[in-house]
């Protein structure tokens, strides 16, 4: 059983290039997220996806753009990207059908490790 | 805004000793959820507390949720090697997408 799977695991991008961080879950979980992870700030939602067809921002979303492509996919794209935006991105799924969003607990995947020079 | 503070940062022990995790927080949660993250990898839901003073044992690790429901503490018993990692804790609020998570606490246990 898969999870969550993420790609790439690793990439570098040059100031002001672009790039699509891929997510894909194999659970049939309705909701989705994007967190960003840096050394002593924990994970910070950058956005969430509480059902197909529907996006909405996290605590940080400048500088992103996301797409829930299907149930199964979620991407976060980078338009022109900056050094601030060097960090791990996670992806995650949860099944907020059976759980209230609060206490639903997260799926994570292995995380993309993103370097911006 | 940290919402939820951790401590301690960082915590090496021997195997075999005893340890404690703390999260606390200013604000009230719905639930708190404790991770476990190793290095390369996504974090890992070991337990969810929804009740002000619940306590959860799973195997040797002890969660107890505050009856202010303001803060948790994980208690690792007899620790091994394999207890190894970042342990988070994160914050479910009632709105949604409003899971909040600390810094982490980063745990080595040496044989």
């Known amino acids: 059983n898969a999870g969550v799977t993420q790609t790439p695991k690793f990439q570098v991008l040059k100031t002001g290039q672009s790039m699509t961080l891929q997510c894909a879950q194999d659970?049939?979980?309705?909701?989705m997220y994007w967190y960003r992870q840096d050394p002593g700030m924990g994970l910070r939602l950058i956005y969430y996806?509480?059902?197909?067809?529907?996006?909405d921002k996290g605590e940080v979303p400048n500088g992103y753009n996301v797409s829930r492509l299907n149930k199964r996919e979620f991407s976060l794209r980078l338009e022109s990207a900056a050094p601030s935006q060097t960090s791990v991105y996670f992806c995650?799924?949860?099944?907020?059908?059976?759980?209230?969003?609060?206490?639903?607990?997260?799926?994570f995947g292995n995380g993309t490790r993103l370097t911006v020079t | 805004t940290q919402l939820l503070e951790q401590s301690p940062q960082f915590l090496s022990i021997q195997e075999g000793e005893n340890l404690t995790v703390y999260c606390n927080s200013s604000?009230?949660?719905?639930?708190l959820q404790w991770y476990r993250q190793e290095p390369g990898e996504g974090p890992v839901l070991l337990v969810t507390?929804?009740?002000?003073?619940e306590v959860k044992k799973l195997k040797r690790l002890t969660f107890q949720f505050g009856d202010a429901r303001k803060d948790s503490s994980l208690h690792i018993t007899a620790a091994q090697p394999g207890d190894t990692g970042l342990y988070l804790c994160?914050?479910?609020?009632?709105?949604?997408?409003?899971?909040?998570f600390g810094a982490g606490t980063q745990v080595v246990v040496t044989p």
């Open positions: 995650a799924s949860s099944d907020t059908t059976t759980h209230r969003s609060y206490n639903s607990p997260l799926h």
């Open positions: 659970m049939n979980h309705n909701s």
């Open positions: 996806s509480a059902s197909e067809g529907t996006t």
């Open positions: 604000s009230v949660f719905s639930s």
């Open positions: 507390v929804v009740t002000g003073g």
């Open positions: 994160a914050g479910g609020g009632d709105s949604w997408g409003k899971l909040q």
